[in-house]
């Protein structure tokens, strides 16, 4: 019964983890679709011109995007640009948008994009924004759920692999960020340095980063505590009792440097992190912490202006948990735990136990007891690690293998998922036994069910996070999407209803009422608010002019042409910038600019917006540009031409529509 996928993962997987635990598989799926009682159909039909009834919007991994989708259908509903360049729109090649890309690394056009996390009032997703790490170059962006753009971008120093990230507390009031790689770091400054890679074990260091949010959402990072040089992998805010602390999950306590795979999976336990960001704010508010050069960028949209801009930031506050005792405590926890997760009532922590053969549930007054009975198994760079038996609650047995990450349900379930068992398994959170199973196509990462990350979870489905595709879909070559599985949770029995292919590599998920966010979406901008600088309001402020070798032009589109049309007196060697007003004023009409030659992409101008595109012409002749978007019945006449003169020549600059 063992398929050909299954034999893949052992390979690289499950040999290591079966030498370790000497367990052997069991639960593997069949390759047959179990999905779908007679009524699955039914359950996931919203009829042609109805909605759906939740928004899912599903990280774009290694696309740097996040998508969104509508559940239960599973239709796409459309791909928000955030970490990487987007020729569909033009995000990242416009003037207006290239400096959300603006990294002390120079300007990158690309991110992996993993943990979408909504902001919260309350300990509930409020619709507000949703928040995305960059795992690569580290950053943390905001997207605005009032009109699914990028409004900021944040760069996250001290760190190497922005993976616990970015989680967020009950009221929104901070993000946590965790560097996955540990990096040397100079003892003062926590620079960079040049050091042997085998001085591993004096040299690394960790940080976890506390990006505070403003009212507006305005992201700043508040302070960083540096933590010793293991690797740190998930996090979650507690909630309810537990609502001051964020837990991250590490692995690599071995402090390795080589050979992981092996060298990191020595150590029985690894820790979860207990960070107590409340106490570690106040300590900061108060003077504590100390401030070191640390430039990182933040990048913001200007709403008057309608643009992104960049604003170097040159310190952070490090706090030392050694010179500020009380802000950590680690949590033994089996064995390199991937995920973290805290249930809705804030009581139970629960490390998903990538290499143990149980699943560890931490009681969260277990462990203040702990804390104050100083009941300590030791201490690992001035950091206390408590008694592991003072504070697990349970080890859930028979949770499948390879468990990664765990949401609930409200109803008092937790649902974990078991990438080499490939399965979702339901567990009680009284008993802490498992009550049902499910099998998943195939290897799940993530799960997530609308809220189940929250203090008030929506009950009623699951997705299924699959890294593996294989013979779900029709084939597409050797490259298949992932796949997301919904799943009927409102039952004693889950149940698969649907199966469908997403973008990218959706590590995680969000999931939020379709109600709280569709009644905030903006339809247009108003062309009286939009204060870019070289925004045309109307056909008669169309111009064009040339300073030295740069040629602006400043030109409008309204169904169905562009004014104006035609220009002259261009020349080889100037660089050319098309600033394009849309005046329409109404939902849904954006018109697209296309410059042949141009080497960047096209922009698509959304109504009442300005957008710039670059062009440096490298060839004499008569070029035509036109409008991308099919705004029209006569939208195949929106165009218009440049003509192109040799450098230095003597035709002048003209321009008109109409004539
Ligand atoms: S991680 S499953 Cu970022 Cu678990 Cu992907
Ligand atoms: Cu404007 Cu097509």
Redesign the pocket.
């Known amino acids: 019964m063992q398929t050909k996928k299954q034999n893949k993962r052992l390979l690289w997987w499950s040999i290591p983890l079966i030498a370790v635990l000497g367990i052997t598989l069991y639960g593997c799926p069949s390759q047959q679709n179990l999905a779908g009682s007679s009524d699955a159909a039914q359950k996931v039909y919203v009829a042609p011109g109805e909605h759906d009834e939740f928004y899912g919007l599903f990280s774009g991994g290694y696309s740097g995007q996040l998508t969104t989708y509508g559940l239960p259908s599973g239709r796409h509903l459309y791909t928000i640009p955030v970490f990487s360049q987007a020729p569909v729109s033009g995000y990242g090649y416009s003037e207006e948008t290239k400096p959300m890309l603006q990294t002390t690394h120079g300007f990158i056009p690309w991110d992996d994009a ?2 979408p996390e909504l902001s919260q009032t309350d300990g509930v997703p409020d619709g507000r924004w949703v928040f995305i790490n960059a ?1 690569n170059t580290p950053r943390v962006a905001r997207i605005d759920l009032g009109n699914f753009q990028t409004a900021e971008i944040i760069e996250i120093p001290n760190a190497a692999g922005n ?1 616990a990230s970015p989680f967020v507390t009950v009221n929104t009031e901070y993000i946590s960020a965790a560097t996955r790689f540990s990096v040397p770091m100079d003892e003062n400054t926590l620079e960079n340095e040049d050091v042997a890679i085998s001085s591993y074990a004096e040299n690394f260091k960790g940080t976890l980063s506390f990006i505070k949010i403003g009212e507006e959402g305005e992201m700043s990072i508040d302070f960083q505590i540096l933590v010793p040089g293991f690797n740190y992998d ?1 996090s979650h805010a507690g909630k309810g009792p537990s609502e001051d602390w964020a837990f991250f999950t590490s692995y690599n306590t071995e402090e390795a440097h080589t050979l992981l795979e092996v060298n990191a999976s020595r150590n029985d336990k690894d820790f979860i992190a207990a960070v107590n960001w409340r106490r570690a704010a106040e300590l900061v508010a108060n003077g504590e912490g100390r401030e070191i050069p640390a430039e990182h960028y933040r990048n913001y949209i200007d709403h008057d202006e309608h643009r992104a801009k960049s604003e170097l930031i040159e310190t952070v506050t490090v706090l030392d948990p050694t010179e500020n005792p009380g802000i950590i405590y680690y949590l033994p926890t089996p064995k390199s735990p ?2 973290v997760d805290v249930d809705p009532s804030g009581r139970y922590i629960v490390g998903g136990g990538k290499l143990s053969s149980v699943l560890p549930v931490h009681s969260f007054e277990k462990m203040i007891q702990a804390i104050e009975n100083e009941d300590f198994e030791g201490e690992v760079d001035g950091i206390p690690v408590l008694n592991y038996d003072s504070v697990i609650q349970a080890e859930v047995e028979n949770a499948g293998i390879g468990t ?2 765990t949401e609930f349900d409200g109803n008092g379930y937790a649902y974990t998922t078991a990438f080499i068992s490939s399965e979702i398994v339901k567990w009680s959170l009284e008993t802490f036994e498992v009550v049902d199973r499910i099998d998943t196509y195939y290897s799940p ?2 799960l997530m069910i609308p809220g189940g990350d929250s203090r008030q979870p929506a009950g009623k489905y699951l997705v299924a ?1 699959n890294k593996i595709t294989k013979d779900r879909y029709l084939p597409t070559g050797p490259e298949l999407f992932h796949s997301a599985q919904l799943i009927d949770i409102s039952g004693d029995k889950m149940e698969l209803l649907l199966d469908f292919p997403t973008d990218g590599e959706p ?2 998920a969000q999931g939020i009422a379709a109600d709280i966010v569709k009644e905030r979406q903006v339809r247009f901008y108003p062309l009286e608010e939009n204060n870019h600088p070289d925004a045309v309001k109307s056909e008669a402020d169309t111009r064009v002019v040339r300073e030295g070798n740069e040629v602006h032009v400043y030109m409008t589109t309204i169904r169905s042409h562009f004014a104006p049309d035609n220009i002259e007196g261009i020349q080889v060697g100037d660089k050319v910038y098309f600033h394009v007003t849309n005046l329409e004023q109404d939902w849904d009409v954006p018109h697209g600019f296309a410059m042949l030659g141009a080497q960047n992409a096209e922009l698509l101008v959304m109504p009442g917006e300005t957008r710039t595109l670059t062009w440096e012409p490298k060839k004499v002749g008569v070029f035509p540009f036109y409008c991308t978007d099919f705004c029209s019945a006569l939208h195949q006449e929106m165009q218009g031409y440049v003509r192109v003169s040799p450098s230095g020549s003597d035709v002048p600059i003209s321009y008109g529509t109409g004539d």
Do not use: A
């Open positions: 993993h943990h795992n993976h998930l991937h995920g990664l990450h990462g993530h996070l590590h995680y």
